[in-house]
């Protein structure tokens, strides 16, 4: 397969370190995490078969609510993902869910510890 | 406001996140919220609950939410259930078209939490006093 699906122990990455949550809403974020990572196959199959609107749309809902809960790398990749899949370039798309997911699981390990702290 | 007269409020929105969000922030302030992930459901919540107002998405999976807006002006009593639009995409021309179909507001994501409170008691507030 010319593009692998992300690994599901893909190793956590430095500069996503110190990440901070907003605390009025903290208890979501773990179900919010897991609502974008369930779109994740979704996106990598529509890439797969070079599907460019289903990648758009489902992007689109994700970067729609990427700041409504803090995440701004969420929003900015996301963002970029929408002009490169509309532009065709489907192996740059592949890199950036790669860079996203890398991203949500740090997330989701630092959101453990700080929730097992507290 | 007491139990008996909380508002309720329908959201639609096909994005899980953005439903959960607003959940928390109304029913943390009281209110009754239901939830509709598309067209289809929402015109069945409206019936069964009849909401005090409507927050509405307006890219969706299937019908959009100018599609409902049509179908509220088709088929809502006269004073029409107040709707605020909510989307990324505020640009002029959905905001002139929401408008144009009903809706009272237009409110851009990312959501505010104070800023959808804020404008909907103002907006309730107005429905009770007519």
């Known amino acids: 397969m010319s593009n692998p699906r992300p690994k599901q122990d893909v190793m956590v990455d430095s500069e996503f370190q110190d990440i901070q949550f907003n605390q009025d809403i903290i208890e979501l974020i773990p179900d919010y995490l897991k609502n974008v990572k369930n779109d994740f196959d979704k996106i990598q199959n529509a890439i797969e078969n070079k599907d460019a609107v289903t990648v758009s749309k489902i992007i689109h809902r994700i970067k729609g609510s990427a700041l409504t809960y803090g995440f701004k790398f969420i929003d900015d990749v996301s963002g970029e993902m929408q002009v490169q899949v509309k532009k065709g370039e489907f192996d740059l798309t592949q890199s950036l869910l790669e860079k996203l997911y890398k991203y949500i699981v740090s997330v989701q390990n630092q959101l453990s510890k700080k929730l097992e702290i507290k | ?130």
């Open chain 2, 1 to 130: 406001m007491t139990e008996e007269n909380r508002a309720t409020i329908l959201i639609v929105d096909d994005d899980p996140n953005i439903r959960m969000f607003v959940r928390k922030i109304l029913e943390k302030n009281t209110f009754h919220v239901y939830e509709s992930e598309g067209c289809e459901d929402a015109k069945k919540k409206f019936k069964a609950v009849i909401p005090d107002l409507i927050l509405l998405d307006i890219n969706m999976h299937g019908a959009s939410g100018f599609d409902f807006l049509e179908w509220l002006k088709e088929n809502d009593d006269d004073p029409r259930c107040p709707v605020i639009m909510i989307s990324t995409d505020a640009v002029a021309e959905n905001v002139m078209k929401a408008k144009d179909l009903g809706a009272v507001d237009f409110m851009r994501k990312p959501l505010d939490p104070q800023l959808v409170l804020k404008k909907i008691q103002k907006i309730l507030e107005k429905n009770q006093k007519n």
